[in-house]
């Protein structure tokens, strides 16, 4: 099937139950992202910030990207003028940067703090005692150009969909908390980014209510290396 043929039938799978579809984009040509925005697509999410800089200069301003892989501070400033979520916060240093270049721009960036639930130790993400102590942190109640909408979590590499689905299940319970406890009256505390390509079926059915799929909508191929060099 096409990528417009793959947008076509995964809207028609997620639309119904209110289940955002993100397109990772990471490594894919601007063609390729315009056949999946031609099919209505308008969210994208990269993992690094030089490829996805360079593609925000040259494709349509109507699309909202969202940065989903580690992010160092020092490349907050490159991606702070038009960022619309960065999904992957892992510490109140990196949210006191983005609030910092956020301010700059006269923005209020949106962001979700990712939480570690893998077992593996290649993964980033707050633990849930430490996502809880920085949102009880004078720290972060200083902050006034960042707004956080919500949590993500990468589940580990398994063929165990038991172990999948108690990661999920996890993270949910602990969504639902963090919402009572710190977000009980903000409408804006909404967002559950939870499942890629290998187990967003599963992340659906734990509570997920945004999927960050790749390689079900582009195919697995890689056609250019973006260059990272200067950024």
């Not at 984009?25 to 993992?47: D, H």
């Not at 006191?96 to 980033?124: F, G, P, S």
Request: charged fraction near 30%; charge should be negative; proline fraction near 1%.
């Amino acid at each position: 099937m096409s990528i417009a043929d793959n947008i076509k039938s995964l809207k028609k799978e997620t639309d119904g139950i209110k289940v955002t579809l993100l397109a990772v984009s990471k490594t894919k040509p601007a063609e390729e992202l315009m056949e999946a925005y031609n099919a209505g697509q308008r969210l994208f999410g990269e993992n690094m910030v030089q490829e996805l800089v360079e593609k925000q200069e040259t494709l349509p301003k109507d699309i909202e990207w969202h940065l989903i892989g580690h992010l160092q501070t020092n490349k907050v400033k490159y991606i702070a003028p038009f960022v619309s979520m960065i999904q992957s916060v892992d510490s109140i240093k990196l949210l006191q940067e983005i609030n910092k270049h956020a301010e700059k721009n006269k923005r209020v960036i949106d962001c979700l703090l990712q939480i570690y639930i893998a077992d593996e130790d290649t993964k980033y993400g707050l633990g849930f005692d430490e996502a809880i102590e920085l949102l009880r942190s004078e720290e972060y109640t200083a902050l006034k150009n960042i707004r956080i909408r919500g949590l993500m979590g990468i589940a580990t590499n398994t063929d165990s969909e038991k172990q999948v689905k108690e990661e999920y299940y996890e993270l949910n319970t602990f969504f639902d908390g963090v919402k009572t406890s710190f977000f009980r009256k903000e409408t804006s505390f909404d967002t559950l980014s939870m499942g890629m390509s290998a187990d967003y079926k599963l992340a659906i059915e734990q509570g997920s209510n945004m999927v960050r799929l790749g390689s079900t909508i582009f195919g697995t191929r890689v056609v250019k290396h973006w260059k990272n060099d200067t950024i």
